[in-house]
């Protein structure tokens, strides 16, 4: 028998014909425009695979890993939900397959169960639900919205649609289904096509589950007649398929849904009683506007090792870092030119000339060996020619690296990650590292989620944050070795930013007599950048940038 409507609503997200057709961004957006209907939004992704976090995945594979507050490390669209959303989320919001197995089988062995006979259905699908109802009291939303990884039919994800449908049969009027399909239209034909998507309801239709709403992602907007005929042949009202079309900007998106009333529609569905006839798109659509302005361009280099994968640029490893810069340009008011730059074409020292042409150069975080010696030719090189330089904690680890060996006098400096046996290690593991990498311990278990950092009153760290203390997220095994701080001190670096105890060097940089910006930071600032909230180090990067650039 169904219960009462409970106070909270739901809103699964799932995929059609394909991945890749933006699911994550129509769940961002989707959370963004309940938001700015005057809801409490809290944002779910559930991801099919067995790997119990996305923290073990090669970024090559799966794309960035994005560290949460409470330090789970997750898929790059929760990164999505936190930057449309403009708020933090909790560990509980992320789940895997692998995780949610995890939690049965651990209870299971505890005699949790009570000696029943633990199954995939219904228990597997009963700890999803339980995850989720945990998530939506746990942030007191009006509304939840759960994106499912993959596309229906694909034998990975049916316990998720089953999970779908129990909640629905328990709660009528509180859960609702949004497809999101593809309509591909084809060069040979020139017309959009519509029967991927029928047959993808209909695979959906086949596992309990009805679509509420078709979000038709095509590379054009969607006409009338098609409309039309995905209504009828899908089981849906004409005014709940929305046109979603390709659109330059994913900040698009929100506005794009919105021309087709899309979360009016959400609203009316799920009786939500508490949501705004209106929707207060203000600032948003200022920081659309912001994004598309010409203004001056800056160029910036980003160096890294994930770039290149057989013929195509992958960017998306460094998302969160790439939307940062683009966030801290449109608030200073110019245009950002980023490019993606392999580091391993200046392992011999040659090439560098080429950032000369730069405004500002990044080194974002990373682990290993692959081009490393050619990221600590490009930091001597910015050091030495006053290039703004920002490094994110392999970024700061390799230019406290570059530092030690060139102005501190400590020949073969190095990082113990690299070479266990240098001679001076002036970055060393952390002390409770030491045991886990003896056991192979790898998962979840680096110095991970945010920690307080206290900031030297006068430096560029703390002139920028405009505070005394800050917190930010981490996700390392190695730190500066407290051994050499004296003398790299001694030399000229300055570390800004400490740990409150004074044991953790959490910012490194040169004062500005010595270099315009030369800064490091052993955290992720990246993680915290929002389109309304743009974050305090990017803004004093990409304002050095523009100094050096009107020189
Ligand atoms: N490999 C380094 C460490 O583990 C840096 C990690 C990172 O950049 N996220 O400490």
Known sequence: MARASTAHKYIFIVGGVMSGVGKGIASSSIAALLKARGLKVTSLKIDPYINVDAGTMNPTVHGEVFVLEDGLETDQDMGNYERFLNQSISSINYMTTGSVYLSVIKRERNLEYEGKCVEVVPDIPLEVI????????????????????????????????????????????????????????????????TKPTQYAARTLNSAGVFADIIIARAPIALDEKRRQKIALFCNVKPE????????????????????????????????????????????????????????????????????????????????????????????VGVKPNIDYISSQQFEKGENLEKLAGYDGVLVPGGFGETGIEGKINVIKYVRENKIPYFGLCYGMQLMTVEFARNVAGLAGAHTTEIDPKTAHPV????????????????????????????????????????????????????????????????????????????????????????????LGTQFHPEFRARPLAPHPLFNAFIKAAVERKSK
């Open 130 to 193: 339980s995850r989720i109802e945990k998530a939506a009291e746990g942030a007191d939303a009006d509304v939840t919205t759960i994106e499912i990884g993959g596309t229906v039919g694909e034998y990975q994800n049916i316990l998720f649609l089953e999970a779908i449908r129990m909640m629905k049969s328990q709660h009528p009027d509180d859960v609702a289904t949004v497809l999101v399909s593809y309509l591909p239209v084809p060069n040979s034909i020139g017309e959009m096509k």
């Open 240 to 331: 709940h398929v929305i046109s979603a079309p390709d659109v330059k900007s994913i900040y698009d998106v929100p506005l794009n849904f919105e021309k087709d009333n899309l979360s009016g529609q959400l609203c009316e569905i799920l009786k939500m009683n508490k949501c705004s006839p209106t929707i207060d798109l203000k600032d948003w659509e200022e920081f659309v506007r912001r994004s598309k302005n010409g203004g001056k361009e800056v160029k910036i280099a980003v160096v890294g090792k994930y770039f290149d994968s057989g013929d195509f640029v992958l960017s998306d490893v460094y998302i969160s870092v790439l939307e940062a810069i683009k966030y801290s340009c449109y608030a």
């Open 427 to 518: 970055i060393a593991i952390l002390p409770e590292q030491i045991e886990k990498l003896a056991k192979k311990d790898y998962g979840g278990t680096m110095r991970l989620g945010a920690y307080p950092c206290e900031l030297t009153p006068g430096s560029i760290a703390q002139e920028a944050y405009q505070a005394k203390s800050i917190s930010e997220r981490h996700r390392h095994r190695y730190e500066i070795n407290p051994d050499y701080i004296k003398q790299l001190e001694n030399a000229g670096l300055v570390f800004s930013g400490k740990s409150p105890d004074g044991i953790l060097m959490e910012i490194a940089e040169l004062p500005k007599s010595e270099h315009p910006f030369f």
